[in-house]
């Protein structure tokens, strides 16, 4: 073999090792991506197969926390009147202090999209209510085709009812939302599919012997949620919690 | 060139394109695996610096349940006079059955190691208890060295007198376990490390002025808990809590 043949030979074996080495580390790092992340679940996911991966985790994650937030009501022997159960608009309200005489429990937890509430829909029976006011549904909104939000409220119903047979279940509507402030400017293509999405909760009510509560109208100005009502064009500002209050006065009492 | 040198250059061009797509499959992973992961924050932790990314994730996930958890309790209006804080020990106490004539709260929570008791220290003010008794460490304790139990422990006592600053704080001594039953076994070599992290507690308490609650003495046979009280050699049959009701009592009235 001549020289020049000899370092082409040469240069090339030097190409095939580095080639091993890499084709190697190629298949372990595909073997850490796949079966160490949830990656393959993420990509059944996106083509529109199986449930999003990370809100599975997170739900899984949250269960035990869930399970105290119940064990802790539950032992303390309470009979409520009524339970708020939603999300951040409810955890931020306190109707305890508008209607003092009855015993009322606030089950609002922020973020919550409806996967959360069908999730966690078993803790409101530990305090026995005789009314739960149900509210849910603007966290994930703009992602939520109505087809699919139609089925997750219908679930979250079913879920309710089945854990508390005997309770009047509320459906409130969604809220307006302010699409140029805060948070809200998410929202900006929602402004109709909301009013879709309270027509969608008020047939959901009339099929399974709820009372659909209309407090849409009582915050809309042209569809949207006038600017003085919210923080961040989605949550109320303490105050403005009265005007909920007076809509469902006549379904507390 | 004669046909030979042109099969060797071109099957060398050929590899060339190989090793280079190889290379940047190589780089993607890598990107993936360092910055898309928490691979990097894990070796850190291994190799003892920073905070076990999982733990952390894991607290923040679980943070805005607790938060409903709180929240719950605070609009509830409560005024507790006992609250028992701990993990699933406490969890499936039910000790307003025995005192029914206080107020008592249970915030127990499946799972909790002294990290998680520290994350949600500041709940137990939602009911603002004049007692708080506390029971935590056991969960993780086979992989927790005492000094670093001991810190976390006094963490976990500042914590909650932080929040809780007109409170009596009552730290209860970590029960007994059978190694030879259930999840008891992954203890077995910590019978005696069990009483070195008691006597700890029992000096936190001491500098701490809280008062220490020897319950391992009330449930110990040979340094253990005796396989009839204990339904997995860590946990306790409901009707063995009466046990515990007894040495507490001088301490609830």
Redo the contacts between chains.
């Keep these: 073999m001549d020289s020049l043949?000899f370092r082409?030979?040469n240069?090339?074996n030097m190409?095939?090792y580095?080639?091993i080495v890499?084709?190697l580390?190629?298949v372990c790092?595909?073997y850490?991506?796949f079966f160490?992340?949830d990656?393959c679940q993420k990509i059944i996911y996106k083509i529109g197969f199986g449930e999003n991966p990370s809100m599975v985790n997170?739900r899984k994650?949250?269960f035990?926390?869930?399970?105290?937030?119940e064990?802790?009501?539950y032992?303390?022997?309470?009979d409520a009147d009524i339970v708020f159960f939603g999300n951040s608009i409810t955890?931020e309200s306190?109707f305890?202090q508008v209607f003092p005489d009855l015993k009322?429990?606030?089950?609002?937890?922020?973020?919550d999209i409806i996967d959360d509430l069908i999730n966690r829909a078993f803790m409101i029976k530990s305090v026995h209510p005789k009314k739960i006011f149900v509210m849910g549904g603007i966290n994930n909104f703009n992602a939520t085709p109505l087809d699919e939000f139609k089925i997750k409220y219908e679930t979250l119903v079913d879920s309710i009812r089945i854990y508390n047979p005997g309770a009047n279940i509320f459906l409130q509507s969604i809220l307006p939302v302010n699409p140029t402030k805060g948070v809200g400017t998410i929202y900006v293509d929602c402004v109709n599919k909301i009013k879709d999405a309270n027509e969608i909760i008020e047939n959901i009510s009339r099929n399974n012997n709820c009372t659909y509560i209309d407090l849409f109208s009582a915050y809309q100005v042209n569809d949207t949620l006038p600017q003085k009502y919210t923080r961040d064009g989605l949550h109320l500002y303490p105050k403005y919690y009265d005007i909920w209050a007076d809509v469902i006065k006549p379904f507390v009492e």
Excluded at 75 to 78: Q, R
Excluded at 104 to 111: A, L
């Design positions: 043949s082409i030979v240069s090339k190409l095939r580095i080639i890499s084709l580390f190629n790092c595909g850490i991506i160490k992340t990656v997170k994650i949250e035990r926390c869930i399970q105290g937030w064990n802790t009501l032992k303390m022997n309470v955890y306190n305890q009322i429990v606030n089950m609002g937890c922020n973020k």
